[in-house]
């Protein structure tokens, strides 16, 4: 069992319509979460980083956590086609080990005029 | 002020050559992350190093693999008598001494390795 499970799609979507990308992990040691955005040929960017059960929003992005079922979400409002890309969740335990990323395998968005 | 560098961008090699691929931090950045993306998987963890120092290479593969980062010059992961499963794309990322959590973590754009 992967320690980070992630629906790859790919996943269709109208202008506007909301986005819901959704990971589960095993690891009880995890302790933050993060999404990244990759687009084609290039590495991945930060979108947002969360410690703590609950919602974090920045913009049409929203971040959910909840670690009592082990389950994180990312929700994007008003899609644009500008956000078809590929997005990862990830998490680690913090500490020294903030770098050492454990990823889901990522889900391949399009977003259609 | 330039973000990670990784190059070459394209590696071709035919099996049994010896591959290296080279990664240079953000100014001020003195953590090395490497990464390998294999096809229809997310990106696994390698190596983290600071400068002279190899601090956690847990996700290496146990022979071929290796990776240093010198003093001065980039931080290179070697790769000797690829394989053709060794085709991915690798990452490098860097971040600050300072940084207590990933948010300063900054990805270059990776070298896409290929073999023959």
């Known amino acids: 069992q992967k320690e980070v499970e992630q629906d790859p799609g790919p996943l269709s979507v109208p202008e506007g319509a909301i986005v819901s990308l959704n990971c589960t992990y095993s690891?009880?040691?995890?302790?933050?979460f993060m999404w990244y955005r990759q687009y084609s040929r290039k590495g991945p960017e930060l979108l947002m980083y969360?410690?703590?059960?609950g919602n974090k929003e920045d913009g049409r992005f929203t971040a959910q956590v909840d670690k009592s079922s082990k389950y994180i979400s990312l929700f994007i409002r008003d899609s644009q086609p500008s956000d078809s890309a590929t997005y990862l969740c990830?998490?680690?335990?913090?500490?020294?080990?903030?770098?050492?990323?454990?990823f889901g395998q990522g889900t391949i968005l399009t977003v259609h005029p | 002020n330039a973000g990670v560098m990784q190059n070459p961008r394209h590696l071709v090699r035919r099996r049994g050559q010896e591959a290296r691929l080279r990664c240079s931090p953000m100014?001020?950045?003195?953590?090395v992350y490497w990464y390998r993306q294999l096809p229809e998987e997310g990106l696994k963890f390698m190596v983290y190093?600071?400068?002279?120092?190899?601090?956690?290479e847990s996700g290496m593969p146990k022979e071929r693999f290796s990776a240093e980062f010198p003093k001065e010059g980039p931080s290179i992961l070697r790769i000797q008598q690829v394989v053709r499963g060794d085709s991915a794309a690798y990452f490098c990322?860097?971040?600050?001494?300072?940084?207590?959590?990933?948010?300063?973590?900054?990805f270059g754009s990776g070298t896409q390795l290929s073999v023959l």
């Open positions: 190093l600071q400068k002279e120092n190899i601090i956690d």
């Open positions: 990830a998490t680690n335990a913090g500490g020294t080990s903030y770098g050492k990323l454990t």
């Open positions: 690891n009880s040691a995890f302790q933050y």
């Open positions: 990322a860097s971040s600050p001494p300072t940084a207590t959590t990933n948010e300063k973590l900054f």
């Open positions: 969360t410690y703590s059960s």
């Open positions: 100014k001020g950045h003195s953590h």
